[in-house]
């Protein structure tokens, strides 16, 4: 085989990679305390997955599930996506014990990668999903912990109903510093500005009116 063309498609692969790998930037992040200060000062749920660099199933999932449109504005808004890798150099705390990421895995009982690890609204483990399931199951999955009814129903049911969960629309007033602070830890939350779609996070100056902008979550000053 010719070397150039040999050049040429390791140009290709190295570019087709590092896309993908940008495309995931906007909303899936690795550090597990920032994941639960955006929970807490945000009011979207934390989702944990437990992967690997050399797990199929982890790199397969995020090159489609993740990569899909709709599921993306629901991380986007509703959760915090934190992908946990092994590391026995990196630290974190976790209820008042200070541990390192693979001991996270111990911690969360993952023993097989990917495993998801989902918290409710006080950021307290809820469940958990083993493996990599197809786009509709995971979307279907984030829309059903979404799901606000008094009605008892197993998940098989809500998706052969079809049951419709909208993403909720809100304004959040938050004080400067807690602001600031997601400006820089949560890679979907930005100062206003040109060329942003509705599924990005945004931050509005006093003297903008809230009621000229789409977006779901809309960060204002208290």
């Known amino acids: 085989m010719n070397k150039n063309f040999l050049i040429f498609l390791s140009f290709i692969f190295i570019f087709l990679f590092s896309f993908s790998n940008d495309s995931l930037k906007d909303f899936m992040i690795n550090d597990f305390n920032n994941g639960i200060e ?8 934390l989702i944990l997955m437990f992967s690997t660099n050399k797990c199929p199933a982890c790199t397969k999932f995020k090159n489609e599930v993740l990569k899909n449109e709709e599921v993306q504005k629901w991380l986007k808004t509703e959760y915090i996506f934190v992908e946990i890798l092994p590391d026995s150099s990196k630290k974190t705390t976790y209820k008042n014990y200070n541990l390192n990421y693979t001991q996270l895995f111990s911690v969360f009982n993952a023993r097989s990668t990917p495993t998801f690890i989902f918290f409710d609204d006080n950021v307290e483990p809820i469940g958990s999903l083993i493996g990599a399931y197809p786009s509709e199951i995971f979307l279907n999955l984030l829309k059903f912990l979404k799901y606000d009814n008094d009605e008892n129903i197993e998940i098989n049911e809500f998706m052969e109903k079809n049951i419709q969960v909208n993403i909720r629309k809100r304004i959040l007033n938050l004080k400067d510093e807690e602001i600031e602070k997601l400006l820089k ?8 500005s040109k060329n942003l779609d509705k599924y990005t996070n945004i931050y509005l100056d006093d003297d903008l009116n809230d009621n000229n902008y789409n977006n779901f979550i809309i960060l204002k000053k208290e």
């Open 185 to 192: 830890i949560d890679p979907n939350t930005k100062k206003v």
């Open 38 to 45: 955006i929970s807490k000062l945000m009011d979207r749920n």
